[in-house]
């Protein structure tokens, strides 16, 4: 494309009110070769000045650059002095905690969005370093802070970055304070001109030992006989992990060396997500190695967990989403004190939970996709899990995910598994067996154009295969189900990648488990094919 005389404009006042002199320079350089005729860069300007970025399924992100369509100081400053200005309009006055990954610019996008809030008259308490995620939200809903905001862009691609937020109670923001806090923020403003103060304060060691102490009492089994290998992927969560672990019993724990110490640019993977094909390769690998009997994987904020296991074949793989959250929330109710309890999951999640929950006489519920609906499914949640690897087994200290905490628990469920000869795929066996064979996959294809996506989603609406029930969640969610006998497919756009995600479910009822698992894997495999060929 070439230079507008608007698209100019705009860029030379956001050049101007950029109180960072790396972005002004950086943006000046973009913008003086789109004066000189590059259309190259003309596009890079209009993409980076497309913004502003909105809250999605978990808060802002986008890639580290400068420009309202990127993540930097001044989008930071303006999207902080958004949130103070909604807080007070709504009568809040408090505490706030910031923290933050180890990303390009997290440390000093933290100190920004502190700065601000001290400004703006809150007590802000900063996290001592890089931390997990979950310590935020324990910290936000432990000490009834009014609000937390953690830097972080979880396990998007390394040039990314994001800000995450959470309110009172310790959730995420949900409808209508997302749209709310986004007219608060486009009401802000230059970014040189917010007020800023250093008066911020540290959040003491002892206040991150809180958390730890309470990750370490989860396991309700005597079993601690595991040897353990983990990967935090070149995120925060390694250190925290370990000593997590370590106080809960659990001392034989190897780390992938080469991904151990966080690195933003996570060199030894393509995308530092536990799903992405390829990127367990080196857990998986020492597990062998060592000989391990459980193998975990946390995302680089460590809010998600991924488990490894040694299947019926010797070989090592890793676990789909839905069968750790099965498995996890199989044994929290098992072993959980709250009358009537409530577990729940998402529309595109296993139905396999909600056949356990009914043998235990518990309440279940389905959200929409998100841990932000999935900890307001109702009074007496123990338990929650999506299919994207997140887990949350203590709703009452972490209302959200949290890869740390789950990692325990999955620990001692391995750990008590082994003490009676058994393991986790013997387990998965005996929830088929007493429930029906749940098979999931997922087809999810990755756009550079995102108007792709939004047209192949028309397309389906307009024209839904025959063969099955179809079903639109509009205007609730950007989300279609079909449904036919014993097999189920959700369509959805990704809230936090340029994806689009078909979610597939085949459930075999079993008389024997060889026959049935091949059944199914045949059923899923023509599913696949078939939704793979919808999607093109």
């Not at 008590?416 to 999810?444: E, I, N, Y």
Request: hydrophobic share 45%.
């Amino acid at each position: 494309m070439t230079l507008t005389p608007a698209l100019r404009d705009a860029t030379f006042r956001w050049i101007a009110d950029d109180p960072s002199p790396g972005t002004r320079a950086e943006l000046q350089g973009v913008l003086a070769r789109a004066m000189g005729g590059d259309p190259a860069a003309a596009d890079d300007l209009a993409d980076r000045m497309a913004g502003p970025l909105t809250f999605g399924t978990a808060g802002l992100r986008g890639p580290v650059r400068a420009g309202s369509n990127g993540m930097n100081r001044a989008v930071v400053v303006r999207t902080t002095a958004g949130l103070a200005a909604w807080l007070k309009a709504n009568g809040h006055s408090g505490t706030v905690f910031v923290g933050r990954d180890a990303r390009h610019g997290s440390e000093e996008f933290c100190t920004a969005a502190a700065s601000v809030l001290a400004a703006a008259g809150f007590t802000v308490r900063v996290l001592p370093g890089p931390l997990p995620t979950p310590v935020l939200a324990f910290l936000v809903r432990g000490h009834d802070a009014v609000a937390g905001v953690q830097i972080t862009a979880s396990h998007n691609p390394p040039a990314d970055n994001g800000y995450k937020l959470y309110l009172a109670g310790g959730g995420q923001i949900v409808p209508p304070a997302d749209r709310e806090i986004e007219a608060a923020i486009a009401a802000v403003p230059a970014a040189v001109s917010v007020p800023t103060s250093d008066g911020y304060l540290p959040v003491a060691d002892a206040e991150v030992d809180e958390y730890l102490e309470r990750v370490a009492s989860l396991p309700r089994g005597t079993s601690r006989d595991l040897r353990v290998v983990l990967t935090p992927m070149h995120g925060v969560g390694g250190q925290t992990a370990v000593e997590a672990l370590r106080r809960a019993g659990f001392t034989d724990v190897r780390v992938v060396r080469d991904q151990a110490v966080p690195d933003p640019d996570f060199p030894t993977v393509a995308f530092p997500n536990p799903e992405e094909p390829g990127a367990a390769d080196r857990l998986l690998a020492l597990a062998e190695a060592e000989d391990a009997d459980l193998a975990i994987a946390l995302d680089p904020d460590a809010d998600r967990c991924a488990l490894g296991v040694r299947d019926r074949d010797g070989r090592w793989r890793m676990l789909r989403g839905d069968e750790t959250g099965v498995l996890l929330g199989s044994l929290v109710l098992s072993t959980v004190d709250t009358p009537d309890p409530l577990v729940a999951t998402t529309i595109v999640s296993s139905s396999l939970l909600k056949s356990i929950a009914a043998a235990h006489g518990a309440r279940y519920a389905e959200t929409l996709t998100g841990f932000k609906w999935l900890v307001r499914a109702g009074e007496g949640l123990v338990f929650a899990y999506e299919e994207a690897l997140g887990n949350c087994v203590d709703p009452r200290y972490v209302n959200d995910k949290d890869g740390i905490s789950a990692a325990v628990v999955a620990c001692d469920l391995a750990a008590g598994l082994k003490a009676t000869g058994r393991t986790l795929p013997d387990a998965l066996d005996r929830l088929a067996v007493d429930h029906g064979l749940h098979l999931t996959d997922q087809v999810s294809l990755r756009f550079t154009d995102l108007s792709r996506i939004g047209a192949l989603m028309a397309k389906l609406r307009r024209d839904p295969p025959g063969g099955f029930a179809f079903e639109d969640l509009l205007p609730d969610a950007d989300v279609v189900r079909l449904t036919a006998e014993g097999v189920r497919v959700v369509v959805r756009p990704s809230g936090t990648e340029p994806k689009l995600k078909a979610y597939l479910e085949v459930v075999e009822p079993v008389d024997d488990l060889a026959t049935a698992r091949a059944r199914a894997a045949e059923r899923l495999g023509a599913l696949r094919a078939q939704v793979a060929e919808l999607l093109r």
